[in-house]
């Protein structure tokens, strides 16, 4: 069976920092395609980050400089660096792995930036 599971969200204040982890199990993470996803309130779901097996990696316009995406394929997992955070970055943020037809969703970890 396959699981992703985010972990490493939160509150915190504008300006701060988190990094949020999505651990793999039952697959084999370095073959996959990764992605962080963020949903905000009455919004779809945004395609934030990409981390590709040949390690290149793609941001959205609106992180790139402040966001790192991130594997250890020893641990099976999958990092978001999050520096400077904005208020406008409060969602829930969501890890996926792709592989050709193959897409597997982690169940997901709020993160709220709020003074």
């Known amino acids: 069976q396959v699981q992703l599971v985010e972990s490493g969200g939160g509150l915190v204040q504008p300006g701060g920092s988190l990094r949020l982890s999505c651990a793999a199990s039952g697959i084999i993470l370095s073959i996959y395609v990764m992605d962080w996803y963020r949903q905000a309130p009455g919004k779809q779901r945004e395609l934030v980050a990409s981390?590709?097996?040949?390690?290149?990696?793609n941001y959205v316009e609106s992180v790139k400089g402040r966001f790192t995406i991130s594997r250890d394929n020893a641990k099976n997992t999958v990092f978001l660096q999050m520096n400077s955070l904005k208020p406008e970055d409060t969602a829930v943020y969501y890890c996926?792995?792709?592989?050709?037809?193959?897409?597997?969703w982690g169940q997901g970890t709020q993160v709220t930036v709020s003074s």
């Open positions: 981390a590709f097996s040949s390690g290149i990696t």
């Open positions: 996926k792995g792709r592989r050709g037809t193959l897409e597997y």
